[in-house]
């Protein structure tokens, strides 16, 4: 059935959710719900219990106390497509959430193993850099590592990551590029991003000069976009650029260091005048890996590609004979930084997927035990030689 022929059955007033995503797919997903009397809508806002969710009939407040898990996974969050209480109802409640087509996560500072879920249902992950400071390359990798695991909702509870060809889009924009002070070292910072981000668009934009605006509405007119970045980046300053309006409150960053001041607080769901729906989210101080390996290994591909050839298919690339990745770092090939990077990264993914999976934590503990027995016999060897 066409998506025309459906939209004009039993719920043709669904065209004013057109502007917010609404397709074909969620059509048929919500049908079985449509038969139940809900409403389709989609949650633009999510505060302490309830959520603003666009529906057919305008902008309402709903509860989420009928969709409370006890998977964090699986809570009410900004681009969820939901079912709601028709009007009439007081007060309406969120009666389910409709299958997320993917979901952005990151962990939690938690000591406990939990995600938390930043965004969903999103087409574009947009990290935004800012260029009044000195580029952090590596927190960039970790960012990128993070929208190359953004997968599907259904993978993603069970512990397996897309792709990003198969779920969200990154995209590097750097901000501010109005205080760089000229074209040539413009092009540097984008080709020392490019080096970082392999195959990902990097935009340079001036949002006060509106320079390099065009070609990012472009890339977001197609679907939602998630903007993420940490405080100062400019993310606001961007979201009302690209709305053509002051919609989200803006500060200026600290002169001394360049960080911003934590002037958004909620996710919020705003549709772009040129196509496209884009979510602004607070700004990141932290930004903890969560189920990444996927992502790490697409950040690093040139790493991942230099590991095949390694003469030992465990090549740990530390000392072992016939690494093809530490003679690539000797040679100037592959810079020692990535190297570093990638290897702290894939450390860090692996003590957070440990939490929760018992045959991680034996490869850890076997692999500590290993090193702890090759350090042992070291230093009787050592001991050997002084008697």
Not at 181 to 210: C, F, M, N
Not at 228 to 244: E, F, H, I, P, Y
Not at 310 to 322: K, M, N, S, V
Not at 358 to 380: F, L, Q, S
């Amino acid at each position: 059935m066409s998506f025309s022929s459906l939209l004009g059955s039993s719920s043709s007033s669904s065209r004013s959710l057109l502007p917010y995503g609404w397709d074909a797919d969620w059509e048929a997903e919500f049908t079985p719900f449509a038969e139940q009397g809900l409403l389709p809508g989609r949650v633009v806002r999510v505060d302490r219990g309830q959520c603003d969710v666009v529906t057919t009939g305008g902008v309402i407040r709903a509860d989420t106390e009928f969709v409370v898990p006890r998977d964090p996974m699986k809570v009410v969050c900004t681009g969820d497509w939901v079912a709601v209480d028709p009007e009439g109802s007081d007060p309406r409640y969120v009666r389910t959430l409709l299958p997320r087509r993917t979901a952005f996560v990151r962990s939690t500072s938690s000591k406990r193993s939990e995600g938390q879920v930043l965004a969903t249902n999103v087409d574009h992950v947009v990290i935004c850099v800012s260029l009044a400071v000195e580029l952090d390359l590596g927190r960039i990798e970790r960012f990128l590592a993070l929208a190359m695991s953004c997968s599907s909702g259904e993978a993603l509870l069970h512990k397996s990551a897309l792709s990003w060809e198969s779920g969200a889009q990154p995209v590097v924009v750097l901000t501010k590029a109005d205080l760089v002070p000229d074209a040539v070292t413009l092009g540097h910072l984008v080709q020392d991003v490019e080096t970082t981000a392999p195959g990902v668009p990097v935009l340079p934009v001036s949002s006060s000069k509106g320079e390099g605006l065009d070609v990012l509405e472009a890339v977001l007119a197609g679907g939602t976009s998630v903007l993420l970045g940490q405080s100062g980046a400019g993310k606001s300053t961007l979201a009302n650029a690209l709305l053509g309006e002051d919609v989200m409150d803006v500060r200026a960053a600290r002169d001394v260091d360049g960080k911003g001041r934590h002037t958004t607080t909620t996710r919020n769901l705003l549709v772009l005048p040129g196509g496209g729906v884009l979510i602004d989210t607070p700004g990141l101080r932290g930004v903890g890996l969560w189920d990444a390996e996927t992502g790490v290994g697409q950040v690093f591909s040139e790493i991942e590609s230099l590991a095949a050839e390694c003469r030992f298919h465990d090549c740990a690339h530390a000392a072992e004979p016939g690494c093809a990745v530490l003679s690539a770092v000797e040679s100037g090939v592959l810079p020692e930084r990535r190297l570093d990077s990638y290897r702290k990264l894939l450390r860090e993914n692996q003590r957070i997927v440990a939490k929760t999976d018992a045959r991680v934590r034996a490869e850890i503990r076997r692999d500590w035990k290993r090193k702890g027995a090759e350090g042992r016999a070291a230093m009787e060897a050592k001991r050997g030689r002084w008697h």
